[in-house]
């Protein structure tokens, strides 16, 4: 999986080559990978964005969406 982000017109984060963790149920990725992802790009989210991504399992899982709502950013679900 890979991840980015991108917003205006020049401002964008590196990208980010998650890779599957064999260990976890159907060989997919972990909510906690995103979340080190996410953290390592908390400084580029403007709380005045909608913070937009699919319905991936590790976007919704519970973790995650907790994440967003410490950080006080709005997303899409």
């Known amino acids: 999986m890979v991840w ?12 980010y080559i998650i890779d599957r963790d064999f260990k976890s ?23 005045d964005l909608v913070f937009m991504q699919d319905n991936a399992s590790i976007h919704t899982a519970e973790k995650v969406k907790d994440w967003f709502k410490e950080q006080h950013v709005r997303t899409t679900d």
């Not at 980015?4 to 990208?15: D, E, H, S, V």
């Not at 990725?29 to 908390?42: E, M, P």
């Open 4 to 15: 980015a982000a991108f917003w205006g017109f020049r401002n964008r984060t590196l990208l």
């Open 25 to 47: 149920k159907k060989n997919g990725f972990l909510a906690n990978l995103y979340i080190v992802v996410l953290d390592a790009n908390a400084r580029y989210i403007d709380n």
